[in-house]
T-cell receptor, first 112, second 114 residues
Framework: QKEVEQDPGPLSVPEGAIVSLNCTYS??????FMWYRQYSRKGPELLMY????GNKEDGRFTAQVDKSSKYISLFIRDSQPSDSATYLC????????????FGTGTRLTIIP | DTEVTQTPKHLVMGMTNKKSLKCEQH?????MYWYKQKAKKPPELMFV???????INESVPSRFSPECPNSSLLNLHLHALQPEDSALYLC?????????????FGPGTRLTVT
């Protein structure tokens, strides 16, 4: 079993829809959770960063963490064609280990 | 400013060549990272530098040689690469390697080994 599971998609939704992207994880030591957006042939761009369980909102993006279920989500409201990209979840422990563990990424396409 | 820059953007090299990838950040970050990313795969950690000292080497072959000349610069020296080393090489930085500091990525160098 992989430490982090993420549906690779592809996921296609119409413009304006709410998008839900999810990751599950098995290592209960993960404490920090990140979402990166990666456009084709570009480096990952940090979107959201959360530590505790609960919700964190930034504009059209909401990150949700449920540590009891080992489940994290990224919601995109009012989706735009410019949101079309691969979304990677990443997480790390609090042991001072520098290593990020990534999900495989979900390819998202917003259809105009 | 959360910018990490990388040069070159693209690199084609033969298996006998020696080349270097460069990464630069001016955010005062003290941790810098090299990742390798194959198509449709997540980034794989190669090296971590903390305060200009190599902190992690993820069992990377010796044909990849990292160097951190100062706190703003990170190089990756390449020698005798194989075609399977063709990938997007990403540099990242964070304020510290300790917990809680998110990593910012550069745009990457797309390397093709012929």
């Amino acid at each position: 079993q992989k430490e982090v599971e993420q549906d690779p998609g592809p996921l296609s939704v119409p413009e304006g829809a709410i998008v839900s992207l999810n990751c599950t994880y098995s290592n209960s030591a993960f404490q920090y959770f990140m979402w990166y957006r990666q456009y084709s042939r570009k480096g990952p761009e940090l979107l959201m960063y959360t530590y505790s369980s609960g919700n964190k909102e930034d504009g059209r993006f909401t990150a949700q963490v449920d540590k009891s279920s080992k489940y994290i989500s990224l919601f995109i409201r009012d989706s735009q064609p410019s949101d079309s990209a691969t979304y990677l979840c990443a997480m790390r422990t609090n042991f001072g280990n520098e290593k990020l563990t990534f999900g495989t990424g979900t390819r998202l396409t917003i259809i105009p | 400013d959360t910018e990490v820059t990388q040069t070159p953007k693209h690199l084609v090299m033969g298996m006998t060549n020696k080349k270097s990838l460069k990464c630069e950040q001016h955010m005062g970050h003290r941790a810098m990272y090299w990742y390798k990313q194959k198509a449709k795969k997540p980034p794989e950690l190669m090296f971590v530098y903390s305060y200009e000292k190599l902190s992690i080497n993820e069992s990377v072959p010796s044909r990849f040689s990292p160097e951190c000349p100062n706190s703003s610069l990170l190089n990756l020296h390449l020698h005798a690469l194989q075609p399977e080393d063709s990938a997007l090489y990403l540099c990242a930085s964070s304020q510290e390697v300790r917990l809680g500091y998110e990593q910012y990525f550069g745009p990457g160098t797309r390397l093709t080994v012929t």
